[in-house]
Structure formats: C-alpha cells, structure tokens
C-alpha cells in the first residue's frame, strides 16, 4: 500500500541551526501538507503546496519557515533559525484531490527537538 | 472559525468494553469529518469519515455518525481490544477559504487485557 515516508524520524538540533525535514509523498498525489504537533498540542496545519508555490499556510508559517519540492519526489520543510518553540512533532500528508471530502494520507512524522 | 472540540483523556477500559470518544464541532458550513487514529511510534492515519448530514462512516468496528442538528461526530466501538489503544483524533475539512484540515486534541485510549 502506497505511504507518506518521512525522514529522520528524530531529529536534533540547537537552537538557530537551519533544519531540512524530507518527505516522499505518495507518487499520484498532487496536494501537499505540512502539520506539527507540540507535545501535549492540538495538531496544526502549517502549509499546503500545489504546483509548485504554497496555496494557503497558517500564522504560524512565518518568514523562517520555507517548503520546496526540489525534485519530482521530495516534499522538504526548512527552518532557517529553530528556536526552543520549534521543538514538535512534524507530520507530512498529501492528498490527490484539495476537495473538502477528500482524506490526506499522513507520515509518520518527524520529531523536532531544539536544545 | 472552524474549531473541533474532543473528549479529554486519557480514557482506559477494559477489553470488550463499549466505547465512547466525544466530538463536537464548530464550523462557518458543513464541513467534512473525520476521525485519525494514531498507534505508538506511528504516523495519523485514516480511521474513517462523513462528508454529509446523516452519513456514518465505519470501519474495524469503529462508527461515526455525521449529526448536523447537534454538530457531532462521536467516535463508537461496541467491544475494544488492546489493539486498540492509540490517540484517536476528530477532525473537519471544510471547502471555504480554509481547507486545510482542523484537528481536536486527540484522545489517548488505553485498552487493558
């Protein structure tokens, strides 16, 4: 069955290095998301990502954060500076259709730790 | 705005037990639902989903059923198993200017032998 991969499954870093998070979505998919969750938080949306430019991201989406799909597979999101506040679970999903009653298939997340 | 409010937990039953997961919701429409499960050491998953007034979603047991006169989504299984124990999340989807998915806080289930 096809899955949302994501890489490395723990990561840590110190606070004001650059992080890459890496994600393969699923192959016919078209639509992809970024969410985290802080320990014992809500799961939130980050930003979604449709041909090649962001369709719509949230507040918390500012300046330090960044997605690129730099080939025809990966879906990667950058932190240029982590703060402490950035320590999270990050999950990736995509979807093949944006529609309200289409599910988005999601990774396995990728937890963020910033000392 | 659109919201999703869980039953806190964490809950613990016994195996065969009924289960219960409350879920409400706020919403400027009528938005798609879902519920996510999420096992240890694993990604969300699709459990199942309503995209309109009156649907039941199921699946391994597990039912919802899409209640717009009093904008719920409660999350049932008639007998749990250990297997079952996982953070279980509720969530909207709506076509509007946000169409991004909208999570509960999810609700840790502990099922015991």
């Known amino acids: 069955e096809p899955e949302v991969t994501q890489t490395p499954s723990h990561q840590v870093t110190q606070m004001g290095q650059e992080v890459i998070l890496r994600c393969v979505p699923i192959?016919?998919?078209?639509?992809f998301y970024w969410y985290r969750q802080i320990l014992g938080q809500k799961v939130e949306f980050l930003v979604s990502?449709?041909?090649?430019?962001?369709?719509?991201k949230s507040e918390i989406f500012d300046d330090q954060f960044s997605v690129e799909r730099p080939d025809g597979s990966n879906f990667t999101l950058k932190i240029r500076s982590t703060k402490l506040e950035d320590s999270a679970m990050y999950f990736c999903?995509?979807?093949?259709?944006?529609?309200?009653?289409?599910?988005?298939?999601f990774g396995q997340g990728t937890r963020l730790t910033v000392v | 705005g659109n919201s999703v409010t869980q039953m806190e937990g964490p809950v613990t039953l016994s195996e065969e037990a009924f289960l219960t997961i409350n879920c409400t919701y706020t919403a400027t429409g009528y938005p798609s639902l879902f519920w996510y499960v999420q096992y240890p050491g694993e990604g969300l998953q699709l459990l199942l989903k309503?995209?309109?007034?009156?649907d039941k979603g199921s699946n391994k047991g597990f039912e919802a059923t899409y209640r717009k006169e009093t904008t719920s989504f409660h999350l049932e299984k008639g007998s749990v198993q250990v297997s079952d124990s996982a953070v279980y999340f509720c969530?909207?989807?709506?076509?509007?200017?946000?169409?991004?998915?909208?999570f509960g806080s999810g609700t840790q289930l502990t099922v015991l032998p």
């Open positions: 192959s016919n998919h078209l639509y």
């Open positions: 999903a995509s979807s093949v259709r944006d529609r309200q009653n289409t599910e988005a298939f």
């Open positions: 969530a909207l989807r709506f076509s509007g200017s946000a169409r991004q998915l909208t």
């Open positions: 990502f449709y041909n090649n430019e962001i369709s719509e």
């Open positions: 309503a995209t309109k007034a009156d």
